[in-house]
Nanobody
Framework: QLQLVESGGGLVQPGGSLRLSCEAS????????IGWFRQAPGKEREGVSC????????LYADSVKGRFTISRDNAKNTAYLQMNSLKPEDTAIYYC????????????????WGQGTQVTVSS
């Protein structure tokens, strides 16, 4: 069974940093664009950032521009989301997902999803 596994979530104070990882097993990420999405309590899941198959194109939600950085290491079959200057409103479950349809925000295009990792920003 193809899997994506997120890690790196946790509790952090406002202004702090976390780096999320998304590792694929039983398939290679090289052919897939990767998206990071998040869902806060009582809210719909929203796109945070996306990266193309080769890592040469990225997208960011306005709310995270300048604070979050998406990257990938295809040799390690892993994608990352570096989150700096975290705010309480960044609190959510963060999911990574993979799509063969190229870099885009449409969640219906994403074929594989991880189980999510909790990020809590609180003092």
């Amino acid at each position: 069974q193809l899997q994506l596994v997120e890690s790196g979530g946790g509790l952090v104070q406002p202004g702090g940093s976390l780096r999320l990882s998304c590792e694929a097993s039983r398939f290679t990420l090289n052919d897939y664009a990767i998206g990071w999405f998040r869902q806060a309590p009582g809210k719909e899941r929203e796109g945070v950032s996306c990266i193309s198959e080769a890592g040469d194109r990225t997208l960011y939600a306005d709310s995270v521009k300048g604070r979050f950085t998406i990257s990938r290491d295809n040799a390690k079959n892993t994608a990352y989301l570096q989150m700096n200057s975290l705010k309480p409103e960044d609190t959510a479950i963060y999911y990574c997902a993979a799509t063969l349809y190229g870099i885009n925000w449409y969640q219906g295009d994403y074929d594989y999803w991880g189980q999510g990792t909790q990020v809590t920003v609180s003092s």
